[in-house]
């Protein structure tokens, strides 16, 4: 999907909200079988429920992955079931060299034909590149997250008096482009979140950590929306557990309609829409 084509789903559906697919099979609502048809119920549930109030889905890898091959199979069946109307990022955070990254790449853009990818960048830029240049398909890349241990190595100070997470935004904007590259920007600390989107201005973020995680709406959409808006809004858990009954689908999709209608008046009054 193209950044026109991200943009014009975002103004057309008054939304910026990304639904996490982070399916824990202890969490299935009542009723459901706790195994891979029980997930696959489940999404699709969840998918058709919320489709009308995102623009974005978010299967985490990790907890396909750990289901072992029955995993890999409900991750291919899930990715069907997503409106093609809608961006699909693979959450897996993948980041190697050379050959690596290009098989990573070509596994996830041309294999799953998801339209993005979260990537880290650790290696740096022969870890990142690999997942540029691809039509319509956009690296996700690690920045500023809101996890505990974060301030270990992306708060350090540089000589040149950047912090580290400053730095890697920097030399990434060096490599890709709006059109193909966004960062992954935590939620819980706003006033970094502000000053990130005043050097990152043109940038697209991914903004995990509202809702369960503790971030608030708001704040974090004031202090991170740009002319075009510019955000994503992960939430997973507040919508996937919004009901541990047989009305699981019902509660996710006022959870996100919710969402949706807040997202609406914060565009209106960015000017967007």
Same mark, same amino acid.
Not at 20 to 33: N, Q, R
Not at 41 to 69: D, R, W
Not at 91 to 112: M, P, Q, W
């Given at each position: 999907m193209t950044r026109a084509g991200l943009l014009e789903n975002i103004r057309s559906r008054r939304s910026y909200l990304c639904v996490g697919l982070d399916t824990d099979l202890e969490k299935l609502p009542f009723g459901l079988s706790r195994d891979a $048809? &029980?997930?696959?119920?489940?999404?699709?549930?969840?998918i058709e429920a919320t489709a009308p109030f995102c623009v974005a889905y978010k299967p985490n890898l990790a907890f396909f992955e750990a289901m072992g091959p029955e995993g890999w199979r409900v991750f291919e069946e899930t990715l069907k079931m997503i409106p093609s109307t809608h961006l699909v990022i693979a959450d897996a955070k993948r980041g190697d060299i050379g050959n690596t990254?290009?098989?990573? #790449?070509?596994?996830?853009?041309?294999?799953? =034909?998801?339209? #993005?990818?979260?990537?880290?960048?650790? !290696?740096?830029?022969?870890?990142?590149?690999?997942?540029?240049?691809?039509? &319509?398909?956009?690296?996700? !890349?690690?920045?500023?997250?809101? =996890?505990?241990? #974060?301030?270990?190595? $992306?708060?350090?100070?540089? #000589?040149n008096g950047k912090r580290l997470y400053e730095e890697v935004a920097d030399k990434a904007m060096e490599w890709g482009s709006p059109d193909e590259l966004m960062f992954v920007v935590g939620a819980t600390r706003v006033e970094l979140l502000k000053a990130l989107r005043a050097r990152c201005e043109p940038y697209f973020f991914l903004i995990p950590g509202v809702g369960a995680q503790g971030g608030d709406l708001v704040e974090v959409s004031r202090a991170a929306l740009n002319s075009e808006c510019g955000i994503l809004v992960n939430a997973s858990r507040s919508i996937l557990y919004a009901s541990s009954s047989d009305d699981f689908a019902q509660a996710a999709a006022r959870e996100a309609e919710a969402m949706q209608q807040q997202m609406a008046l914060l565009l209106a009054e960015k000017g967007i829409i």
């Amino acid at each position: 999907m193209t950044r026109a084509g991200l943009l014009e789903n975002i103004r057309s559906r008054r939304s910026y909200l990304c639904v996490g697919l982070d399916t824990d099979l202890e969490k299935l609502p009542f009723g459901l079988s706790r195994d891979a $048809e &029980g997930i696959l119920a489940f999404h699709q549930s969840i998918i058709e429920a919320t489709a009308p109030f995102c623009v974005a889905y978010k299967p985490n890898l990790a907890f396909f992955e750990a289901m072992g091959p029955e995993g890999w199979r409900v991750f291919e069946e899930t990715l069907k079931m997503i409106p093609s109307t809608h961006l699909v990022i693979a959450d897996a955070k993948r980041g190697d060299i050379g050959n690596t990254s290009e098989r990573y #790449a070509r596994a996830f853009f041309t294999r799953y =034909n998801c339209d #993005a990818l979260t990537i880290a960048p650790y !290696m740096g830029s022969d870890s990142v590149k690999p997942f540029l240049g691809h039509q &319509g398909k956009w690296a996700v !890349m690690l920045v500023l997250t809101s =996890n505990p241990g #974060a301030d270990d190595f $992306e708060q350090l100070l540089l #000589a040149n008096g950047k912090r580290l997470y400053e730095e890697v935004a920097d030399k990434a904007m060096e490599w890709g482009s709006p059109d193909e590259l966004m960062f992954v920007v935590g939620a819980t600390r706003v006033e970094l979140l502000k000053a990130l989107r005043a050097r990152c201005e043109p940038y697209f973020f991914l903004i995990p950590g509202v809702g369960a995680q503790g971030g608030d709406l708001v704040e974090v959409s004031r202090a991170a929306l740009n002319s075009e808006c510019g955000i994503l809004v992960n939430a997973s858990r507040s919508i996937l557990y919004a009901s541990s009954s047989d009305d699981f689908a019902q509660a996710a999709a006022r959870e996100a309609e919710a969402m949706q209608q807040q997202m609406a008046l914060l565009l209106a009054e960015k000017g967007i829409i």
